[in-house]
């Protein structure tokens, strides 16, 4: 039997740095007699440089990425990149990284291109709306229905009242219908391509977009009007009644007289607007355009020049001041790109490039369904007049293809590895079931057969590859060797303190001890009585006196010069006693003094950590040269650019 070509994924993963196919790639070096090409040395050297304020040379470089490389090394050598969790993290950005190579990008930019085209004008649509979707709906019922209206307005009906009475849009009932102007990249492709693709006047099929079945009618066209940006003052009069309302009016119309006569609009909107979201800025908003705000407030905005303020205005939230800002027209392709290609993401057309280039794949991998063996299986489901959990564990310990895909074989397990039968599934279901999950395991599989020949063929996604493979490896074996081990090495801590004691001296003596802090004055004083007739460990005070004292009472430990700490300044340096309120309000000292110089490593945790995990580094970089030999290809090396 083939091997199966899922059962490949993380193979690649284990087997080290990922390395060109044939001799294409000049080799640079070998660490350990491991090859490092060119290729990957020229990437790493100028990603690095990008990033420095002062550019390093090769030759600078050379001894750092050496080194990088040679923990790399270590980190293999201990097996960290045969561990699950490492073949999990590294398969996880394995996926996302290969993701761009696994798209269209002729189908994309064409899309793209289309919704910016788009976006260049504003189409003004009314339309009606019936549902596609609930367990008492029939969709081509309501297709026909709606199709039965539309014959109604092509006989002279009127589009607004027909909305009024069948649309089950919610605005519906107030507007007829009327969307106004919409703006691209803002609804569903098969909405949006219709609506752009009808002549000003007329009326569009029935067609189907995720939200319904539509029908829609468009009433003019115009240029985009492009993004605005403006601060307003808000007067709201939702919910109030006439009187209060008038009231609001009256308040909106004193600020415009006060800002006709000079006063400065932003104080004015921080002052008194009442938008939360805006008056904080001085009423400032962020830019919007078509379809982003209610039809008076967008209109006025757009019709002020830059730098004029509004008469008061009413909307539905209640009276606003507009102060216009800025105004941009529709920006170059290239600086819509990216908001475009987020703007369709979640929709169709965001999966169109994926899945063409997934038919691509198909091809180039000779991917094939077997009929054969799917109509076995499916026998089997018949013959059984179920899929229960009986049979589905038959075919989950079975090898049998039900497709291949670049010369090998896709399992009927891995096709069915998701499905669980807790509730046996009918006949009919199963059959299904089968047929759709046995064609998405061999799109899997082609795009896993994609992965594999992406990272040995390209040399972008493969240096990219192998940086995230060998930073997940040099950050946990350097979390082993230093990190941690600087922190968790308490006996090796303090013995490196001790060595260089004289390094830590403070210029002025520190406070050194505990604060215990009690919630009443009762407490704080059998607090003291039981410290002090108990012999306890620095490390069990907090456990004991919680034994004790439960939530009332907890201790700090503390180190702190003269003017860091208000409490300590009264405790130990003849401060004024501090004013304590709170829950927290009684405390007393405990096993304090003054000390001239750090006496054991805990005084200077920071500082002798850090220390001490620079030395544990130079150790093992020393220990590194010697493990792993370095051979360094001088010809090759003089090639790098």
Not at 250 to 266: H, P
Not at 362 to 388: S, V, Y
Not at 398 to 417: H, P, Q, Y
Not at 536 to 560: M, Q, T, Y
Request: with cysteine; net charge negative; aromatic share 8%.
């Amino acid at each position: 039997m083939k091997k199966s070509i899922l059962s490949l994924a993380l193979a690649l993963a284990a087997v080290g740095m990922i390395q060109a196919k044939g001799s294409s790639e000049p080799v640079l070096m070998t660490i350990n007699g491991k090859p490092v090409t060119l290729s990957e040395f020229e990437y790493l050297y100028h990603k690095n440089n990008s990033q420095q304020v002062t550019p390093q040379s090769i030759d600078e470089y050379l001894q750092m990425f050496i080194t990088y490389k040679q923990k790399v090394a270590d980190a293999e050598a201990e097996g960290v990149d045969k561990t699950p969790a490492f073949q999990t993290e590294f398969d996880g950005y394995r996926r996302e990284l290969a993701e761009p190579y696994l798209r269209s990008q002729e189908v994309e930019d064409s899309i793209v291109s289309a919704i910016y085209e788009h976006m260049k004008e504003e189409v003004d649509v009314s339309h009606i709306m019936l549902s596609n979707q609930g367990p008492d709906i029939n969709p081509e019922e309501q297709r026909m229905r709606l199709d039965s209206i539309r014959t109604a307005i092509l006989g002279g009906a009127d589009f607004a009242e027909m909305a009024r009475r069948f649309s089950v849009d919610r605005t519906a009932s107030r507007n007829g219908g009327h969307m106004g102007y919409m703006a691209a990249g803002r609804y569903p492709a098969a909405f949006e391509d219709m609506a752009y693709s009808l002549p000003v006047g007329s009326l569009s099929e029935v067609f189907e977009t995720p939200f319904g079945w539509h029908i829609i009618k468009v009433n003019g066209r115009r240029p985009a009007q492009g993004m605005v940006q403006v601060e307003h003052i808000l007067k709201l009069t939702q919910g109030l009644s006439p009187e209060e309302a008038a009231a609001k009016k009256a308040q909106i119309d004193s600020i415009a007289t006060l800002i006709a006569n000079g006063a400065d609009f932003e104080a004015i909107a921080t002052a008194e607007s009442e938008d939360p979201g805006s008056k904080r800025n001085g009423g400032k908003l962020n830019w919007f355009g078509t379809g982003q705000m209610v039809p008076e407030f967008e209109a006025a905005s757009f019709a002020l020049k830059n730098g004029e303020v509004s008469a008061p205005i009413k909307t539905s939230y209640g009276y606003h001041i507009i102060k216009r800002l800025d105004w941009k027209g529709v920006e170059p392709l290239e600086t819509m790109r990216p908001m475009i290609k987020n703007a369709i993401a979640n929709d169709e057309r965001g999966q169109l490039p994926r899945k063409r280039r997934i038919a691509e794949l198909r091809k180039k991998f000779n991917a094939q369904l077997n009929e054969g063996n799917i109509n076995a299986i499916k026998a089997e489901i018949k013959a059984a007049g179920k899929l229960d959990t009986e049979l589905l564990n038959k075919f989950m310990a079975s090898d049998l293809a039900v497709a291949t895909a670049a010369g090998n074989d896709v399992t009927v397990s891995e096709a069915l590895a998701d499905v669980t039968a807790d509730t046996p599934l009918t006949v009919e279901n199963a059959c299904e079931t089968l047929d759709t999950k046995a064609y998405q395991a061999m799109n899997r599989a082609v795009v896993e057969a994609e992965r594999q020949q992406l990272a040995v063929e390209n040399p972008e996604y493969r240096n990219l590859l192998n940086e995230y493979r060998d930073g997940i490896l040099l950050f946990e074996v350097a979390d082993r060797k230093v990190w941690s081990k600087a922190k968790q090495d308490k006996e090796g801590l303090e013995k490196f303190f001790q060595a260089n004691r004289d390094k830590y001296r403070w210029e002025a003596p520190k406070y050194k001890g505990y604060v215990v802090f009690a919630t009443s004055d009762s407490v704080m004083n059998q607090a003291k009585s039981f410290l002090n007739s108990h012999e306890i460990a620095p490390d069990s005070l907090s456990i004991e006196l919680r034994k004790e004292f439960g939530k009332n009472v907890k201790i700090e430990k503390v180190i702190a010069a003269k003017g860091e700490n208000a409490i300590t300044d009264y405790l130990g340096f003849g401060g004024m006693k501090p004013e304590t309120k709170g829950k927290w309000a009684f405390y007393f000292p405990y096993r304090d003094k003054l000390i001239e110089a750090p006496e054991e490593a805990a005084d200077v945790r920071g500082a002798v950590t850090g220390d001490y995990q620079a030395e544990l580094e130079e150790q093992w970089v020393n220990e590194l040269k010697k493990k792993y030999p370095v051979k360094i290809k001088k010809k090759v090396l003089k090639q790098a650019k």
